[in-house]
């Protein structure tokens, strides 16, 4: 059984993972991180899903699969974007939400989508000699997917599932909030199930 790390605190996207990727996970053991989170200050969803997994793989020694994502709405050029988790300063989905709503206020133009980037890091064989010798490290093996959700930005929050975003989210070709969604369809459509079942055979590989 290989294991891999899961490089994330937030259980709601554990959940998730567990069943988006189902059979890629047959001989795998996915563990939960309960390592340092690092500084999250990349540029891009790619970046950031790297730098998580990257940080989880060098505490742990284990590959590590993370995910980056959030909401880019277009009418606010494309914020929250990766500042989605962090937008209102509190890290709190009903405070993030309220000031997404507030910030775009009446606003027609209320077109937006969900980005999620998945990430692998494979650590590289113990005793591995880099490129430039033996004194040199070898490098890890990344692979990084990118995904996106479009639709809509609600006038208020509905639905009480999912988790983050998704009450205020309406998927395009959809009547219902993302939050109303049932798991099945969520796990069938998301950006997060786009992406991972993209990274799904590496992962499912390492076995």
């Given at each position: 059984m290989v294991q891999v790390v899961l490089a994330t605190h937030n259980s709601h996207k554990v959940d998730e993972l567990r069943?988006?990727?189902?059979?890629?996970?047959?001989?795998?053991?996915?563990?939960?991180?309960?390592?340092?989170?690092?500084?999250?200050?990349?540029?891009?969803?790619?970046?950031?899903?790297?730098?998580?997994?990257?940080?989880?793989?060098?505490?742990?020694?284990?590959?590590?699969?993370?995910?980056?994502?959030?909401?880019?709405?277009?009418?606010?050029?494309?914020?929250?974007?990766?500042?989605?988790?962090?937008?209102?300063?509190?890290?709190?989905?009903?405070?993030?939400?309220?000031?997404?709503?507030?910030?775009?206020?009446?606003?027609?133009?209320?077109?937006?989508?969900?980005?999620?980037?998945?990430?692998l890091v494979v650590p590289p064989p113990v005793g591995a000699v880099g490129p430039d010798g033996p004194d040199s490290a070898a490098a890890s093996d990344e692979d990084v997917e990118l995904a996106t959700w479009p639709g809509s930005v609600l006038t208020e929050a509905t639905g009480s599932g999912g988790f983050g975003y998704d009450p205020i989210f309406r998927p395009e070709g959809e009547t219902r909030s993302a939050a109303e969604l049932t798991q099945a369809e969520k796990d069938a459509a998301s950006h997060r199930a786009q992406a991972f079942t993209a990274l799904a055979p590496r992962i499912a590989a390492l076995a």
């Open positions: 069943r988006i990727l189902g059979p890629a996970l047959d001989g795998v053991e996915l563990l939960t991180y309960d390592g340092p989170e690092p500084v999250e200050d990349g540029d891009t969803f790619e970046a950031n899903a790297l730098i998580k997994a990257r940080a989880a793989s060098a505490f742990t020694g284990l590959p590590a699969i993370a995910d980056d994502s959030g909401i880019a709405v277009d009418a606010l050029d494309g914020a929250p974007g990766i500042h989605s988790a962090r937008y209102a300063g509190t890290r709190d989905d009903g405070d993030n939400l309220r000031l997404l709503l507030t910030n775009l206020g009446d606003r027609t133009d209320r077109a937006a989508q969900f980005v999620c980037a998945a990430a």
